[in-house]
């Protein structure tokens, strides 16, 4: 069991998957703060506990590509934009570098 709590522990965040999830929570989740997480899910296509994780770690997590993609055709934008807004905003904060938690 120690094995496994170090591992949560020792989780990588990458800086990408941190600035990805800020951007979702900042530009796209900002407006429905007053909703329940259920709704939001429902509205983005994705599970509850992912917008739980994105809402609540300011540290971010590691997004799957699949979610990432769910999210942007809900809201209507092509992946490649996405990633031109996320650069356009952070891009001086996007390697490859990674923080422990």
């Known amino acids: 069991?120690?094995?496994?709590n170090s591992n949560k522990e020792n989780r990588r965040v990458y800086n990408v998957d941190k600035f990805v999830c800020k951007f979702i929570r900042e530009n796209w989740f900002s407006g429905l703060l007053d909703e329940k997480p259920k709704k939001i899910a429902d509205e983005f296509g994705i599970h509850y506990h992912t917008v739980e994780k994105i809402m609540t770690r300011?540290?971010?997590?590691?997004?799957p590509l699949y979610t990432l993609s769910t999210i942007c055709f809900y809201k209507g934008v092509k992946l490649s934009q996405f990633f031109k807004e996320v650069e356009r905003l952070y891009g001086s904060k996007l390697d490859d570098t990674y923080d422990t938690k």
């Open 1 to 4: 069991m120690s094995d496994n």
């Open 58 to 63: 300011p540290e971010g997590y590691h997004i």
